[in-house]
């Protein structure tokens, strides 16, 4: 593990150069605030609260520290607010329904020995999972594309709102399939153990189709798509709108 | 018009495909049952060892049969949940339950979910029409991936546990050919970011195995990993593999895509200032991208952490257990997504500067 630690410190030098400093200062600011968010939540502090309140300070950083220029930024950070509590909203409405909270048979194993009733409510857990799992998604998804906007724009500047919103959908396809790309191999890479362990265990179909584990997963993945897709759409109505201003 | 024709006709699909869900329990070998009244009573109040204080309830519910020979029958059944329901879960009125027998008596296995699921993927396709994406790519990239997913988990399910790591590589390489011809056609920008995809995920895993053998494994606790798929290490870097793939492509894709512009806005530009620009881009997406994996990895193991700390473990003996996989799945990932760059930008530098020029 030292070794692996080394080898990207070294290369994180050699291939960022000037800007290596800063990289490592982000990546490391993230890693402190995960830390902090796990012990508020684990000394009983409620993890939605926390789950957002960290998660703004994530976003901030992400967007800020990355972006030079400051409508850029500006942009994808009021966008990634609102497509942080948009993913809150629909994660509650769906844990609502599905309950698919904390573990289950397939964890048997790993379970052995742990007190089971605990003081955290691990409904609450499996919403904070979600928006954070969709942190970097959001935050990538709408700086790219409010660059790739503010990129066209400044380049024609007496375009109509219509061809902005036009453009923002052309910037934001690839962008789009990408990200789900990403989430999609993600999906896969967390799965194939549990759905080969699923098989092991002779699950039948009705098991397999409403395990919670599984559907925990899907709709994990399903939200942050949702996510992704209104990061379009509210983009370009803010570049309208700062257009409009400066027109 | 015609769109909004076309909008309401995918809203009714979404809401009947939606619906069925709540009454196909007739595709089910097992038993489903449909709540219809339940008393919950409190029972007491837990405190462990670690002063988790947890309350207890009982709850007596009372269903009805949806499939089966006992179709129409009305059944009693009883739940105990705890309120930080880890590994029990609270049933209301309206919902669908999978009940199994064991002896004579009937007992909840979990709750039907695939209403939720087939919910939200409508919800998804009808977003998706409501807006001008290019759905078409989206959905074949989509469902060719998830075939190959089947398939791969059908071969492993199926055939010997020492290939997986094989099948988990042609997948990888299926998985990026999909995708790369699907969102960038079948062009040369797709052969450029192919081949720099598959040398810096390669080259990336080799020198992550290389250090991990170095050092022995230490401190990287394999057996831990999820789910007990063996052999372990190959289990590992499958996985790796498929969650670094993605991001690395979006990183190969960018910085072709760009390097590929400036050759055609400067036809005559020299290789090292190609090679230059390449590393520039580069540079502004490593962050984001170590980001996006960083959330996702830690999201994952989140239920467990909190489980660790809530029985009295110490943060560094919780992320000792539950998360040293997960950071050398980060820093492995890291490295492939840094060594991108400047293979990419050498790869694109001299394959535009010969390709195009010919």
């Known amino acids: 593990m030292s070794y692996l630690f080394i080898a990207f410190i070294l290369l994180s030098i050699v291939v960022m150069g000037k800007r290596s400093l800063t990289f490592l200062f982000g990546l490391g600011i993230n890693v402190v605030l995960i830390l902090v968010l796990v012990i508020m939540i684990a000394d009983g502090?409620?993890?939605?609260?926390?789950?957002?309140?960290?998660?703004?300070?994530?976003?901030?950083?992400?967007?800020?520290?990355?972006?030079?220029?400051?409508?850029?930024?500006?942009?994808?950070?009021?966008?990634?607010?609102?497509?942080?509590?948009?993913?809150?909203?629909?994660?509650?409405?769906?844990?609502?329904y599905a309950n698919f909270q904390g573990m289950w048979i397939e964890n048997q194993e790993e379970l052995e020995g742990f007190s089971l009733q605990l003081g955290i409510s691990f409904p609450e857990i499996a919403i904070a999972i979600i928006v954070i799992n969709s942190l970097g998604v959001i935050s990538e998804t709408s700086v790219a594309i409010s660059s790739g906007l503010n990129e066209i724009i400044d380049n024609k500047p007496?375009?109509?709102?219509?061809?902005?919103?036009?453009?923002?959908?052309?910037?934001?396809?690839?962008?789009?399939?990408?990200?789900?790309?990403?989430?999609?191999?993600?999906?896969?890479?967390?799965?194939?153990?549990?759905?080969?362990?699923?098989?092991?265990?002779?699950?039948?179909?009705s098991e397999f189709i409403n395990d919670k584990l599984l559907v925990a997963e899907i709709l994990t993945t399903l939200v942050c798509i949702i996510g992704v897709i209104f990061t379009v759409p509210i983009t370009s109505y803010f570049t309208v709108n700062n257009h409009k201003k400066r027109a | 018009m015609k769109n909004w024709v076309k909008i309401i006709i995918i809203c009714l699909i979404g809401i009947a495909i939606t619906a069925l869900t709540r009454i196909d329990s007739a595709i089910y070998s097992d038993p489903i049952v449909q709540v219809t009244s339940v008393k919950t009573n409190y029972q007491s109040t837990e405190t462990d060892e670690y002063k988790n204080v947890a309350k207890i309830y009982n709850q007596t519910i009372t269903g009805k049969f949806l499939n089966t020979k006992d179709k129409g029958k009305t059944i009693n059944l009883t739940n105990q949940y705890d309120s930080s329901l880890l590994m029990t879960q609270k049933y209301r009125v309206g919902q669908q339950l999978v009940v199994k027998k064991n002896s004579s008596e009937?007992?909840?296995?979990?709750?039907?979910?695939?209403?939720?699921?087939?919910?939200?993927?409508?919800?998804?396709?009808?977003?998706?029409?409501?807006?001008?994406?290019?759905?078409?790519?989206?959905?074949?990239?989509?469902?060719?991936?998830?075939?190959?997913?089947?398939?791969?988990?059908?071969?492993?399910?199926?055939?010997?546990?020492?290939?997986?790591?094989?099948?988990?590589?042609?997948t990888a390489l299926l998985v990026t050919i999909i995708s790369l011809v699907v969102i960038l056609g079948p062009s040369f920008n797709a052969l450029v970011a192919f081949l720099s995809t598959t040398i810096s995920t390669t080259?990336?895993?080799?020198?992550?195995?290389?250090?991990?053998?170095?050092?022995?494994?230490?401190?990287?606790?394999?057996?831990?990993?999820?789910?007990?798929?063996?052999?372990?290490?190959?289990?590992?870097?499958?996985?790796?593999?498929?969650?670094?793939?993605?991001?690395?492509?979006?990183?190969?894709?960018?910085?072709?895509?760009?390097?590929?512009?400036?050759?055609?806005?400067?036809?005559?530009?020299?290789?090292?200032?190609?090679?230059?620009?390449?590393?520039?881009?580069?540079?502004?997406?490593?962050?984001?991208?170590?980001?996006?994996?960083?959330?996702?990895?830690?999201?994952?193991?989140?239920?467990?952490?909190?489980?660790?700390?809530?029985?009295?473990?110490?943060?560094?003996?919780?992320?000792?257990?539950?998360?040293?996989?997960?950071i050398a799945q980060l820093l492995i990932s890291s490295i492939g997504i840094l060594i991108t760059v400047p293979i990419t930008s050498f790869i694109a530098t001299k394959i535009i500067n010969r390709g195009i020029a010919k």
Do not use: C
């Open chain 2, 203 to 326: 080259l990336a895993i080799l020198l992550s195995v290389f250090l991990m053998y170095l050092s022995n494994n230490q401190n990287i606790h394999l057996e831990y990993s999820d789910y007990g798929l063996q052999p372990y290490f190959m289990v590992f870097i499958s996985g790796v593999i498929f969650s670094v793939l993605g991001v690395i492509m979006d990183e190969t894709m960018d910085i072709t895509a760009s390097l590929i512009e400036i050759k055609q806005e400067v036809p005559d530009v020299q290789d090292g200032k190609l090679f230059k620009s390449g590393m520039n881009i580069g540079r502004e997406l490593v962050g984001p991208l170590i980001n996006i994996l960083l959330f996702i990895v830690v999201a994952e193991h989140l239920n467990i952490v909190f489980l660790y700390l809530s029985n009295g473990n110490s943060i560094n003996y919780t992320i000792d257990m539950t998360l040293t996989l997960g």
């Open chain 1, 45 to 96: 502090f409620d993890p939605i609260i926390t789950t957002v309140v960290i998660s703004i300070f994530v976003l901030v950083i992400a967007i800020y520290l990355n972006v030079e220029n400051y409508d850029t930024a500006n942009t994808a950070f009021k966008t990634s607010l609102i497509i942080m509590l948009l993913i809150l909203g629909i994660t509650f409405l769906v844990q609502h």
């Open chain 1, 158 to 205: 007496d375009l109509t709102d219509s061809e902005i919103f036009n453009d923002g959908f052309s910037v934001g396809n690839k962008i789009l399939i990408t990200q789900i790309n990403t989430m999609l191999l993600n999906f896969f890479a967390s799965t194939f153990t549990l759905i080969y362990l699923m098989h092991s265990l002779k699950f039948t179909n």
């Open chain 2, 106 to 170: 009937y007992s909840i296995y979990s709750q039907k979910r695939d209403t939720v699921v087939v919910g939200l993927i409508s919800l998804v396709v009808l977003i998706l029409f409501l807006m001008k994406y290019d759905r078409i790519r989206l959905f074949l990239s989509i469902v060719l991936n998830l075939i190959v997913f089947v398939i791969f988990m059908y071969i492993i399910i199926n055939v010997p546990k020492s290939i997986l790591l094989i099948s988990a590589i042609i």
